[in-house]
């Protein structure tokens, strides 16, 4: 197997240069967090390009019901057509330009815009234009249309024309998110962060676990993250043995993929693997990712018991999720621009779970908002440090930063194999 | 008649290139809507080279009087002197820079400079400059002037040393403005309005009736502008004949002049005519432009009755009024951005007109406010379109946008005939 | 002696074309208050060159005690170091980059990084890094540091590698400095203000009395600034001889420097001296520079009575000094950007006043409160003009503006004479 990262090197002379830059096994030079060139690079050749998570297909179930979301400048409409594929279109008349629409979410028969009335179908076509002038050609006015998948519940899109091949992410997501059952789950609580932090500050922080046993009280007790290969005490094995063995499950699905310590890893630059799932350990005493470690809500998906630990899914450039046998918590990035990020933490349960009932708020948010904000906290910390005219970069924990090391090689590679 | 644009390039390859762009019959590229460069040329060729309107001689009828008016980092001073003439000011001080003045309007017996006291005349000169060497040269040391015009009672300032003749716009302007009496009037009410919108969106707007049927309930009432030659039914024929009948008046400057349908044309961008002055029809059961059609003030100016219709004045690029026999309404555009325009609009009615006496602000104003707020309304949506990267430009309608289209003609011959 | 300006020319053809823009004897052209690259080439060559007043050491008594100061985008700690000694250090982790503190003054036992616990001495060296690897070179991750200068109780830094010598400073300061006890001052207050004015109008203001008589009612009351010499009539003549005689003192430095009206001419463009300490008469009837001209607080310092008038320290780009036999009062610039500057005022007093007991804010703070926010107000309004396309620059007075001059011709040295 080869493990050399695919040798790229950038047509544009000033990427190429920055990316020279970085010295191996060291953090970023203060560049990347300020170059608008640069930004305006990562734009295409990064989130333009790639698979971007968007929804899910349960906000959407029937003919007509859609809901927008904005990437830069432009709007998008997820529909859900007559046909029942969902489809994104940018929302945008054909005419002059108007947004059909500025609902976050809600449901149609037409997309009429409000400006002249031109009616577009549910699959995006031009139907109706009453005022022009005869002659004028329909088909060649239809919403413009981007790129979109779904998988296990999950809703991507790509602005490229030809995006990455989404099929090998599917094949390595599908089976491992299908059990949690995100199709027919509700969200419960849906919270937008506005993070003062380049993006890559949020995957820098999110890549490694160093930083957790002062910084994350509550989630350390819940998982064996911080817990390195190499470094595992005897109690520490005795306690993983001891987590395996409850964990056991027939089901390949529902199998614990990562049966150690530390944090899998993750990304695969050397292969410019930009997804992953899988499966981890919870400790002793914790059912679920919750404060005191209990169920909060009624089991999903087709889960039977607590067995599944937690599912961890991620897709670069701008989503993770972290999902229990009774609720997931997934975050959804977005740039906003060079230094800030529009983070979106959505909490999803059964979509039979009724609140007051079935789950409390009150027991449902506190472990994942706390450690979403503390690491908000200190994203933005980094920013204003970075800022500094003295930044250097400094070097980086071959044991405890390996995974953050691999994220700036996948980044570093997006950059150089951009035409 | 020669019907052909007079053909222009720009000496500037940057906007000869985004001239080109522009498809015939189509809407106006993005770039249009968000290139600095373009934005500063559109500043130097339109918005300093032509007249701007900038108030009205009724608001400084004394020696002293003056108002101030922002136009992009300018302020300036619109000043009656001595000699009862109107001039215009930079509001600088030509010592150091200081602003002269802060307030909006007021009166002076000269203008001093709150920093170091030298002193104007209401004429401009410099006078006094107590603390200053001997000899110096104090002739040269008078404000900086740019050109004005009066014509009707409308103040029209350019930054031009060497601006277009003004004396065809007052030949044409004047006649059919002298009878509405602004010289003799006083502003009722003043809205000031931040539309985030970039100026041509807005006179794009202005320019068609098309969108009015769904989006200007109000308006379309009170008269004919949605009936488009050509389509008119015979009910509507009768209704227009019964109207002109109405309106006839052996007065020429009293006289209705667009006497059908639809929208007078304007501009006329082959003749490079950027002024225009018409009657338009009321329709029946409607003397005024108020919301049940009724007078809502005494008859302004030389009015005897009602059969004058509604007068509409236009001056590109930052001006129009609509003006029936009690009330004008004028609408005043400033660009701040890229993206966004100040608009004023202003409610005037006889000088001698008392409120609640006379007339009340809740039958004055709202005929005018709902049908400009609307409009704001859809050209900050559009503006939100054409951020899109997923906007083209759309087919305009022959029969509905041909105004639209002529605004556009004439714009973009400004830009190309600018040296 | 040389009385011709060093002649320079900068390497950079723009800055040079500025340079040469300015008409001798006239204000700054429009450019100077609006060009990025000049505002750039600024901070290299005066902000980041020269050595700016960031402080004073009685604000860090101990070893372990702290203040922080942001210059554009550095966060710097100021920090008494285990040997008393004050250092400065940029506030940047050298690991990663994250800010070490965001605290504005504290006390610490070591520097530790909240991300990863990366540990730094008092005296900036890294000595704990638990989590990194094996064969790491602490000796080269210590803090960033910049230079620093302590004179008479003030604490000055510079950015550069290679800054101007401090030495002649500290000669020409701490003589007169001293007795003034900065060194065992308390702050009594402290006010920050955000300035809408480029840097420099706040320096042209301050070095001109010019405008005071109309602008600074209180505070001419207190001194001869505004009788410019040459222009001193009989009665004034014997006033400033009756309080020399009054300020009569064995103690050079306690001796008043400047004996005649008017300003001391400062700075001295043609030596490119950037200092001045001296000390100035109070009018009959005045103490201490307050509102009713007696004591506000406890005599500081040395002092032994009111007979030292009034101390005036200043160093360019960015501090001066009013201080008074009972209180001192400084001021102290730092540029936000193109047309914002902070300023700070501070007031202080004796250590072992208390509020209450020996002063009260009533008393001690309106002078300058008063007489510093006239002077933000006429700057705002400068900018404000000098916005203005019609700005030009105006001839100066010989008589009243002569130091505002020179401190323009230092200016322009120090752009042309940057490498």
């Known amino acids: 197997m080869d493990t050399h990262p695919p040798t790229q090197t950038s047509a544009n002379p000033h990427i190429r240069q920055l990316v020279a830059s970085r010295q191996e096994g060291y953090a970023l030079p203060r560049a990347f967090y300020h170059d608008l060139a640069l930004y305006a690079h990562e734009s295409q050749s990064i989130w333009r390009n790639g698979w971007l998570f968007a929804g899910f297909t349960c906000q959407i179930p029937h003919p007509g019901d859609f809901f927008t979301l904005n990437v830069e400048d432009d709007t998008l409409i997820i529909l859900r057509g007559d046909d029942e594929q969902i489809r994104a279109f940018h929302n945008v008349c054909t005419h002059r330009g108007t947004l059909l629409t500025t609902e976050a979410h809600g449901s149609v028969r037409a997309l009429v815009c409000p400006y002249h009335q031109w009616t577009f179908t549910r699959q995006g076509e031009l139907f109706h234009c009453s005022g022009m002038q005869e002659g004028l050609d329909k088909s060649r006015l239809g919403l413009h ?9 999950l809703i991507f899109l790509s602005f490229a024309h030809q995006p990455p091949a989404f099929e090998p992410a599917r094949q390595s ?3 491992l998110a299908m059990p949690q059952g995100f199709e027919r789950a509700k969200i419960a609580w849906s919270k937008r962060y506005e993070v003062k932090a380049n993006w890559k500050l949020i995957w820098e922080n999110n890549r490694e676990c160093y930083h957790c046993n002062v910084n994350h009280p509550q989630y350390i007790k819940s998982n064996f993250d911080i817990y390195e290969d190499g470094q595992l005490s005897q109690r520490l094995q005795e306690r993983l043995a001891v987590a395996l063995e409850r964990s056991k499950n027939e089901d390949d699905e529902l199998a614990i993929s990562h049966r150690q310590g530390g944090l899998a890893t993750f990304p695969d630059a050397e292969h410019n693997i930009w997804y992953a799932a899988n499966r981890t350990l919870l400790t002793e005493g914790y059912l679920s990712e919750s404060l005191d470690g209990q169920r909060v809500a009624p089991l999903m998906g087709t889960y039977h018991d607590e ?26 990035l977005l740039p906003l621009d060079l230094h800030r990020t529009l983070v979106r933490v959505t909490w999803l349960v059964h979509e039979e779970a009724q609140v007051a009932r079935d789950y409390t708020l009150e027991k449902l948010l506190p472990f994942w908002q706390l450690t979403s904000e503390q690491d908000w906290g200190l994203c933005e910390r980094v920013q204003r440090g970075v800022n500094s005219s003295a930044y250097l970069p400094g070097p980086l924990s071959i044991l405890r930063e390996y995974n953050l090391d691999a994220f700036l090689r996948w980044y570093l590679f997006q950059l150089s194999s951009w035409k």
Do not use: K
Not at 307 to 332: E, I, Q, Y
């Open 145 to 153: 249309q981007v790129q979109l998948e779904t998988c296990a519940g």
């Open 173 to 175: 997501l599908a089976p």
């Open 307 to 332: 067995r599944g630990g937690v599912l961890r899914l991620r897709t670069l450039p701008n989503f993770w999720c972290h999902a229990s046998c009774d609720h997931a918590v997934t975050t959804h």
